[in-house]
């Protein structure tokens, strides 16, 4: 999934100028911040937090681990990081976009989790960190969106103490036919009815279903994650295929 | 995903009965932020469980290192509600534990302290009287279904050993099982002779 020789890469399924896909995504999440956890629950029907739970449990993270729950938007993976690094540890929380990144603080301080989380506005491509930083590193819904994702794994790769994990959570191929269809369906019809109903705004989840069908599939994922660095890689399909977690350790 | 569902809804009765009671937290501490890992044999699930300080964390399916590993069938685990039963079970071989058996311990012992007084947590809702009204009838209801139940288990018993003859009684099986034990011995026996003798056919 590099970027075409012209310059150009997608966004959905238009085709736009490299430089300018960042900010465009941006102006999805700005818009959709203030609805974003309401809109995971109607859209994913709850199960979304069921996906993170087993992110979470794969991650082998323990007291005093250095997290980054990078394009960690509102902060859902951050809230249980937190206290299972406890107060040895640190959480960071990575997103491009500072709209959402101001949406993850609010909700995470009036939870009361404070102390243990910092809060960096980054592109992941070129993370702020220096080299064998972090024992986990986790991106959840956040890889189909950034431009150049061949970059920012190896970026991630950098970052990453020997003997860490990546965990990738990604919309993904379903090959069940029948649930594919159903799929689409609900995508590209129901989705962005759902997302003006409540967040008055059709494209941006029109932009999610379309960003979904280019995104690459499981195989050719893990092949990316092999060409970063990253060893003993694999992936598990959640929900027929809908979604996989990809995983890679860095030694 | 069927393991994460799982995982859910024991971490919210875990900690539903961590805020019940109170007790528990102070059990807890001690294991703070140490992971206990559980293997469900019968099941083929592994999962663990931490507690923080704040709450208590099920991770399933587990994929780390824990503090302390116990894989075992799903009737064994429930037994250790009672600690006493913990080395008595490793005993027996049917659990094995790795790492810090004081961890496992802890929960056992954990397990064994919780101790809810329903009627008061009801009490906020309906009222003392009422409260107590329900919490002694659900009592009653709990303890006339273990009776019916063993009542029923007796009966069963008799008629599958005694009338219709299809199950065997625990002192035949006990028996049998003896018979079985002796034969394997008098195989492995036989078995070692045979060796001897081929080895004495080899050198002659």
């Known amino acids: ?251 | 995903m069927l393991a994460s569902l799982l995982g859910a809804v024991l971490e919210t009765a875990l900690n539903k009965g961590l805020k019940l009671s109170p007790e528990l937290k102070h059990v807890l501490s001690k294991g703070q932020h140490k992971v206990l890992s559980v293997d469900i044999r019968d099941q083929n699930t592994c999962l663990a469980v931490t507690y923080t300080g704040i709450n208590i964390h099920v991770l399933c399916p587990f994929d780390g290192e824990a503090d302390c590993s116990i894989s075992a069938d799903l009737p064994t685990l429930l037994e250790l509600k009672d600690p006493s039963q913990l080395t008595a079970l490793i005993r027996q071989d049917k659990l094995d534990l790795e790492g810090d058996l004081a961890l496992a311990q802890l929960y056992s012992n954990a397990l064994a302290t919780l101790d809810i007084d329903w009627a008061e947590h009801l009490a906020k809702y309906v009222g003392d009287g009422p409260a107590q009204v329900a919490v002694d009838a659900f009592h009653k209801l709990a303890h006339r279904a273990k009776q019916d139940g063993q009542v029923a288990k007796a009966t069963l018993t008799g008629l599958f050993q005694d009338e219709l003859k299809v199950a065997p009684h625990p002192l035949e099986f006990q028996q049998f099982k003896q018979q079985v034990r002796t034969l394997n011995n008098q195989v492995e026996s036989l078995n070692q002779r045979l060796s001897a003798l081929l080895q004495q056919n080899k050198g002659n």
């Not at chain 1, 070129?126 to 819904?141: E, Q, R």
């Not at chain 1, 995508?187 to 960003?211: C, H, I, Q």
């Open chain 1, 1 to 251: 999934m590099k970027e075409s020789q012209d310059n150009t890469t997608h966004f959905g399924y238009k085709t736009v100028e490299t430089d300018k896909k960042a900010s465009m995504v941006a102006d999805v999440f700005h818009s959709v911040a203030a609805k974003y956890d309401i809109m995971n629950d109607l859209m994913s029907f709850g199960i979304h937090r069921l996906w993170k739970r087993q992110t979470i449990a794969c991650s082998g993270v323990r007291a005093g681990h250095k997290v980054l729950d990078l394009a960690g938007g509102t902060g859902d993976l951050t809230a249980r990081f937190s206290e299972l690094v406890g107060d040895k540890g640190q959480v960071v929380l990575g997103d491009i976009n500072d709209s959402m990144l101001k949406v993850g603080r609010e909700k995470l301080r009036d939870s009361g989790l404070v102390g243990n989380i910092e809060y960096v506005q980054m592109n992941a491509e070129m993370l702020p960190f220096d080299d064998n930083t972090f024992d986990v590193i986790t991106i959840a819904f956040g890889l189909r969106n950034v431009t150049d994702k061949d970059k920012a794994l190896r970026s991630m790769y950098r970052v990453l103490k020997p003997g860490g994990r990546l965990l990738v959570l990604e919309f993904s191929k379903t090959d069940n036919e029948a649930l594919a269809k159903l799929y689409d369906m609900y995508s590209f019809t129901l989705l962005p009815a759902m997302g003006k109903l409540v967040a008055n705004d059709s494209e941006s989840y029109r932009y999610l279903a379309e960003s979904i069908r280019m995104h690459p599939d499981q195989e050719t994922l893990k092949s990316m994650m092999d060409e970063a660095g990253f060893e003993q890689t694999d992936y598990q399909n959640m929900t027929g295929g809908i979604v996989a977690l990809h995983r890679g350790f860095k030694f």
